[in-house]
């Protein structure tokens, strides 16, 4: 089954630390991977996509996520979060192929930043 | 540059009456998605189109309906609607297939509640 997990519901860290979020996935052909950022109130936001290339892609506002094909994972990474990160982070894969391209989408990742 | 323009930002329904979502994009997209966000449930894809005169079921279409008369807009209906459809339901937009391009363009939502 095709399936998108982001393991943490929930994270909150402080300003200035550095910031992991995890995705793993299960999809039967290669994926196209997104990371989008929902902040309060308002539509997503994509942030990052991989489909080829080098396995670590750098996106806006200092985001950066490494695909790992051996472990089907797409973690999205920042050095140092400021308090302007605080949002709703999605991770989604889609097909590189087909005429609907319609991804599929983990639950989400709410994180909060503290002064 | 307006992008995905949703209208309403707001609606309370009674249950059983109607009621129809507009989504507009000025980017000339071909393919345009209605989604709900529930709480704990992430990003559900209602009905989709991959062009003008074209709709396509996602994976939770039952009590909804959707026309894309014109290629910038694509409408969201509510023909009798009932309390699980209190949502919020964004819109989003991408170019067509063979532009490389994948990223979703999304709406700032629109907030249903039916009583």
């Known amino acids: 089954a095709q399936s998108v997990t982001q393991p943490d519901i929930h994270i909150t860290v402080s300003e200035g630390a550095s910031l992991e979020l995890r995705c793993n996935y299960s999809?039967?052909?290669?994926?196209?991977l997104f990371w989008y950022v929902q902040s309060p109130g308002q539509g997503l936001q994509l942030l990052l996509k991989y489909f080829s290339g080098d396995t670590l892609v750098q996106g806006i506002k200092g985001f950066e996520a490494e695909f790992k094909r051996s472990q089907s994972s797409f973690n999205l990474r920042k050095p140092s979060v400021h308090w302007s990160d605080a949002a709703e982070y999605f991770c989604a894969v889609g097909p590189l192929t087909g005429n609907n391209r319609k991804l599929i989408w983990g639950l989400g990742t709410s994180l909060a930043v503290n002064p | 540059n307006a992008g995905v323009t949703q209208t309403p930002k707001f609606r309370v329904l009674k249950t059983g009456q109607s009621m129809t979502l507009l989504c507009a994009q000025d980017m000339n997209h071909e393919y345009m998605y209605w989604y709900r966000q529930d709480p704990g449930m992430g990003l559900r894809l209602i009905h989709y189109?991959?062009?003008?005169?074209?709709?396509a079921k996602g994976e939770v279409p039952d009590g909804y309906n959707v026309s894309r008369l014109k290629k910038q807009n694509f409408l969201l209906g509510l023909e009798s609607a009932a309390p699980s459809q209190t949502s919020v339901y964004f819109c989003?937009?991408?170019?067509?297939?063979?532009?490389?391009?994948?990223?979703?363009?999304f709406g700032s939502g629109t907030q249903l509640s039916v009583l």
């Open positions: 999809y039967g052909a290669t994926p196209y």
């Open positions: 989003a937009s991408r170019r067509g297939p063979g532009t490389g391009d994948e990223k979703l363009f």
């Open positions: 189109s991959v062009g003008e005169g074209t709709t």
